[in-house]
């Protein structure tokens, strides 16, 4: 018999060429109406911003969400028939798009449209028209488009920052990165902060274990001595130290809760 967690999927779609320094990807998450009963699911830290859409027919209910940052696992109950659709914010562009300090934010339900207006304003109602994930795609990507933010609105230095810590899987050291840059540490650190909300060693930590994750959930065959190595922990024990921290597992339980999940493309 299978395990309740098999009937639940998720999968990314990469944003196309005029959002994509504001949005990061997009992503989906559902669970099979066929599931009997709800199941706790886990969502790791990501380092990013989410706007997200919920939808349950059987329950006629649809809600927006904003998922902000968090270096914490969270635990909710997911329900049969749950989907979820969502635009991830490119870390660069957070303070642009929320037109605020993106480290004050915290997570919530979304039931007020006067709550960032000009993200959330009428968006409830698109969404709810969209038969699937590429249409609410396509309407995330119209609201970025209309923000009207350009590039080179964006602090050019840390969209670099932002895309070699992502490239590097997080392995690259900070000091790299602000020569490359040629800033200071200091000048990095605060800069980073401003734009994203996240210090660059806390985003670099999420993208390794981003990284992690995508190596475990579909990697089978390699022992985890052999992962630790190639994703630059400094030894095993490191990596079972940081899975503790993150997720509260142990690698083996972590790998087996992922593995439960089907993942579609990730980007």
Same mark, same amino acid.
């Given at each position: *018999?299978?395990?309740?967690?098999?009937?639940?999927?998720?999968?990314? *779609?990469?944003?196309?060429?005029?959002?994509?320094? %504001?949005?990061?990807?997009?992503?989906?998450?559902?669970? +099979?109406?066929?599931?009997?009963?709800?199941?706790?699911?886990?969502?790791?830290?990501?380092?990013?911003?989410?706007?997200?859409?919920?939808? @349950?027919?059987?329950? @006629?209910?649809? *809600?927006?969400?904003?998922? +902000?940052?968090?270096?914490?696992?969270?635990?909710?109950?997911?329900?049969?028939?749950?989907?979820?659709?969502?635009?991830?914010?490119?870390? +660069?562009?957070?303070?642009?798009? #929320?037109?605020?300090?993106?480290?004050?934010?915290?997570?919530?339900?979304?039931?007020?449209?006067?709550? %960032?207006?000009?993200?959330?304003?009428?968006? #409830?109602? &698109?969404?709810?028209?969209?038969? @699937?994930? =590429?249409?609410?795609?396509?309407?995330?990507?119209? !609201?970025?488009?209309?923000? =009207?933010?350009?590039? &080179?609105?964006?602090?050019?230095?840390?969209?670099?920052?932002?895309?070699?810590?992502?490239?590097?899987? =997080?392995?690259?050291?900070?000091?790299?990165?602000?020569?490359?840059?040629? %800033?200071?540490? !200091?000048?990095?650190?605060?800069?980073? %902060?401003?734009?994203?909300?996240?210090?660059?060693?806390?985003? +670099?930590?999420?993208? !390794?274990?981003?990284?992690?994750?995508?190596?475990?959930? =579909?990697?089978?065959?390699?022992?985890?001595?052999?992962?630790?190595?190639?994703?630059?922990?400094?030894?095993?024990?490191?990596?079972?130290?940081?899975?503790?921290? #993150?997720?509260?597992?142990?690698?083996?339980?972590?790998?087996?809760?992922?593995?439960?999940?089907?993942?579609?493309?990730?980007?």
């Amino acid at each position: *018999m299978k395990s309740p967690e098999t009937f639940l999927s998720y999968r990314e *779609m990469p944003s196309g060429a005029a959002v994509s320094h %504001l949005v990061y990807s997009f992503w989906q998450f559902s669970v +099979a109406p066929e599931l009997k009963q709800p199941v706790t699911h886990e969502i790791f830290p990501d380092g990013c911003f989410s706007i997200f859409y919920y939808r @349950n027919e059987r329950k @006629n209910f649809t *809600m927006l969400g904003l998922t +902000a940052l968090s270096l914490e696992l969270h635990k909710t109950e997911v329900f049969p028939g749950d989907v979820y659709w969502s635009a991830r914010f490119s870390p +660069a562009a957070n303070r642009a798009i #929320l037109r605020a300090n993106p480290a004050e934010f915290t997570s919530r339900l979304i039931f007020d449209e006067n709550f %960032l207006p000009h993200l959330t304003g009428g968006l #409830l109602k &698109e969404l709810d028209e969209c038969r @699937n994930f =590429g249409e609410a795609a396509a309407v995330y990507e119209k !609201r970025f488009a209309a923000f =009207g933010i350009a590039s &080179e609105k964006l602090d050019a230095k840390i969209i670099e920052a932002v895309r070699l810590i992502v490239s590097s899987t =997080g392995e690259i050291k900070i000091a790299e990165i602000a020569e490359q840059l040629n %800033l200071s540490v !200091r000048q990095l650190q605060r800069r980073f %902060l401003n734009a994203t909300g996240l210090t660059p060693k806390q985003f +670099a930590r999420v993208q !390794r274990w981003r990284a992690t994750t995508i190596k475990l959930a =579909g990697d089978t065959e390699s022992k985890l001595v052999d992962c630790a190595a190639e994703l630059g922990f400094t030894d095993q024990a490191h990596l079972s130290r940081e899975c503790a921290t #993150l997720t509260g597992r142990s690698p083996k339980s972590f790998t087996e809760k992922v593995r439960q999940i089907e993942h579609g493309n990730l980007v």
